[in-house]
């Protein structure tokens, strides 16, 4: 069974002081590991997708790396637009080719 | 572009009425899915449609019946709502070669 575990749950961080959010993920054989921002009342907005161990990508303030059991998103110099609930998913090559197993989320507040 | 649009935003039964919740993309993709986000849990997947005139049960089918009427329009249907089915309903779609999933707004459940 596919499972995937966020750490830590919730982080508080004065502006400008940086950090990573971490998702370690167990699959069969992963198709790829995407990260998601979700703002209060909203829809998952997709941010990053990773395919194999060493890749990187980044946005703005955030840069998304992977291994081959867990990814972390770091986050430099934040502010507090950057205050969110991150969700990272996994898919399986061993399942349904269509389904990803999400993580329950970070929920990150950056104070002013 | 729209993206991904669900209808209604809010909605509150009453313990054994039924509705439809509606989600419509513009974007052309094949795949479409319906999940639910609860208090501390992931978004778990309810069904999927892998293409026009496919659907498959994802992890938590019980209680639900989908219909994809077609390539753009993807619904979900509760036949009996029980106040376990109180949460927050999101249709997401991805296009072919890619597992990357587009999230709607979300509609908000209440059954009491």
């Known amino acids: 069974e596919d499972q995937v575990t966020q750490s830590p749950e919730a982080l508080r961080l004065q502006e400008g002081e940086s950090s990573s959010l971490n998702c370690s993920y167990t699959v069969s054989g992963l198709r790829g590991l995407f990260w998601y921002r979700q703002d209060p009342g909203k829809g998952p907005e997709f941010l990053f997708t990773?395919?194999?161990a060493g890749e990187e990508k980044e946005k703005e303030r955030l840069k998304a790396t992977l291994t081959k059991k867990e990814s972390f998103l770091h986050i430099t110099a934040p502010k507090p637009e950057d205050s969110a609930t991150y969700l990272c998913?996994?898919?399986?090559?061993?399942?349904?080719?269509?389904?990803?197993?999400f993580g329950k989320g970070t929920k990150l507040s950056v104070i002013p | 572009n729209a993206g991904v649009t669900q209808t209604p935003k809010f909605q509150v039964l009453k313990t054994g009425q039924s509705m439809t919740l509606q989600c419509a993309q513009d974007?052309?993709?094949?795949?479409m899915y319906w999940y639910r986000q609860d208090p501390g849990m992931g978004l778990r997947l309810i069904y999927y449609?892998?293409?026009?005139?496919?659907?498959d049960k994802g992890e938590v089918p019980n209680g639900y019946n989908v219909s994809r009427l077609n390539k753009r329009e993807f619904s979900l249907r509760l036949e009996s709502a029980a106040p376990s089915q109180t949460s927050v309903y999101f249709c997401a779609s991805s296009s072919p070669g890619t597992d990357t999933q587009y999230f709607g707004p979300g509609t908000r459940l209440t059954v009491l």
């Open positions: 449609s892998a293409s026009e005139g496919t659907t």
């Open positions: 998913a996994v898919g399986d090559s061993g399942a349904g080719s269509y389904q990803l197993t």
């Open positions: 990773l395919y194999s």
């Open positions: 974007m052309n993709h094949n795949s």
